[in-house]
């Protein structure tokens, strides 16, 4: 099985709209580079850093969803894992994509802020955004953060139409990509919720650290000094 992991990181400048987002030139890019492709390496798998648009949509967070428009992707490899550029593969992290799920679904690391909702909750906040056609207790049960998915050929092809609409909203990606999958009837499982995790202190039983969040541009930021701890010449 061929495998590959794929990050972004992309000047924002070359973009119409280099504010969409607040992506910091965090030293946390370079933590998060040295750790995946040293999961590569243990793990077998390709690893490879996009750094020029292709998409070329508004912002590089939006070129992600070149993983369905190109087939090349999913042509070659049969598990194709995204991550965001300040995630950090922990050092005693398993091999994610012997996950024992499904060859057709989509997969992302559980998400317990929106799973632990109720479902009115949900009916009361998807009022009047994307997902307000969307079956509530659907949105319950599959909201993710999508700083760490995996796809494959068969999500990809379920997919494919629903994601040649990503120009057609006025919404974050991360929101439409949400959209995408609850709307296109592809099937969903989780990954293990320690495939996403917010910094809250040194790795324990995380598997992979997620630095969401703006102190992370910042050098003083607690983070830093666990990460020089485990990767000094960065």
């Given at each position: 099985?061929?495998n590959i992991?794929?990050?972004?990181q992309?000047?924002?400048?070359?973009?119409?709209?280099?504010?969409?987002?607040?992506?910091?030139?965090?030293?946390?890019?370079?933590?998060?580079?040295?750790?995946?492709q040293?999961?590569?390496k243990?793990y077998?798998?390709e690893f490879?850093?996009?750094t020029?648009p292709?998409?070329n949509?508004k912002?590089?967070?939006w070129?992600?969803f070149?993983l369905?428009?190109d087939?090349?992707?999913?042509?070659?490899?049969d598990?194709?894992?995204?991550v965001?550029?300040?995630?950090?593969?922990?050092?005693?992290?398993p091999?994610?994509?012997?996950?024992g799920?499904?060859d057709?679904?989509?997969?992302?690391?559980?998400?317990?802020?929106?799973?632990?909702?109720?479902?009115?909750w949900?009916i009361?906040?998807?009022?009047?955004t994307?997902?307000q056609?969307?079956d509530?207790?659907v949105?319950?049960?599959?909201?993710?953060q999508?700083?760490?998915?995996?796809?494959?050929k068969?999500c990809r092809?379920?997919?494919?139409?629903?994601?040649?609409?990503y120009?057609?909203f006025?919404?974050d990606?991360?929101?439409?990509?949400?959209?995408?999958v609850?709307?296109s009837g592809?099937?969903?499982e989780?990954?293990?919720?320690?495939?996403n995790?917010?910094?809250r202190?040194?790795?324990?039983?995380?598997?992979?650290?997620h630095?969401?969040?703006?102190?992370?541009?910042?050098m003083?930021?607690?983070?830093?000094?666990?990460?020089?701890?485990?990767?000094?010449?960065?």
């Open positions: 099985m061929k992991i794929v990050q972004y992309i000047d924002v400048n070359k973009y119409s709209d280099p504010t969409y987002n607040n992506l910091y030139p965090a030293k946390i890019n370079d933590y998060s580079l040295i750790s995946f040293e999961y590569a243990k077998n798998c490879v850093r996009i020029e292709k998409i949509y912002h590089p967070t070129e992600r070149d369905w428009l087939p090349y992707w999913t042509d070659k490899y598990q194709i894992l995204y965001d550029t300040d995630v950090i593969a922990g050092p005693f992290a091999n994610i994509f012997q996950h799920l499904r057709d679904s989509f997969k992302a690391a559980r998400y317990d802020r929106y799973r632990s909702k109720t479902k009115e949900h009361e906040n998807n009022k009047n994307i997902f056609s969307i509530p207790e949105c319950k049960n599959i909201r993710f999508t700083g760490c998915f995996i796809i494959n068969k092809d379920t997919m494919l139409e629903t994601v040649k609409k120009r057609e006025d919404v990606d991360g929101q439409v990509l949400n959209w995408m609850m709307s592809v099937p969903y989780d990954l293990d919720a320690s495939y995790v917010k910094w202190g040194p790795i324990n039983k995380e598997n992979f650290l630095c969401a969040g703006g102190k992370k541009h910042k003083n930021a607690s983070i830093y000094n666990w990460l020089h701890i485990q990767w000094p010449t960065v």
